[in-house]
Nanobody, 117 residues
Framework: QVQLVESGGGLVQAGGSLRLSCAASGSIFVFNTMGWYRQVPGKQRDLVAT???????NYADSVKGRFTISRENAKNTVYLQMNGLKPEDTAVYYC???????????WGQGTQVTVSS
């Protein structure tokens, strides 16, 4: 049973920083893609950043230059360093993992990030 467990969300003032962590358990295989999405009430879940095992990363335009995604492949763990936070970054952040072996996608339970102005 694969589980993704997130941590690191919270309340921060605009301009501040937070670091999200997501640890995957229950899989003996390394996920080829891990990343972060975010969602606000009434809107769709949007991509924030993804990282593949080869090292390539992808970011939403709105977070480029402020957020950094990184991975520890052997631990199936992904991080999101968020700097220069803005009120519009307020959302529930979800960890995502894709296994090319099983073809399945997995999601964490979500962690709330709130940025006050």
């Amino acid at each position: 049973q694969v589980q993704l467990v997130e941590s690191g969300g919270g309340l921060v003032q605009a301009g501040g920083s937070l670091r999200l962590s997501c640890a995957a358990s229950g899989s003996i295989f390394v996920f080829n893609t891990m990343g972060w999405y975010r969602q606000v009430p009434g809107k769709q879940r949007d991509l924030v950043a993804t990282a593949i095992t080869g090292g390539s990363t992808n970011y939403a335009d709105s977070v480029k230059g402020r957020f950094t995604i990184s991975r520890e492949n052997a631990k199936n763990t992904v991080y999101l360093q968020m700097n220069g936070l803005k009120p519009e970054d307020t959302a529930v952040y979800y960890c995502h993992a894709h296994s090319s072996f099983s073809g399945k996608d997995y999601w964490g339970q979500g962690t709330q990030v709130t940025v006050s102005s």
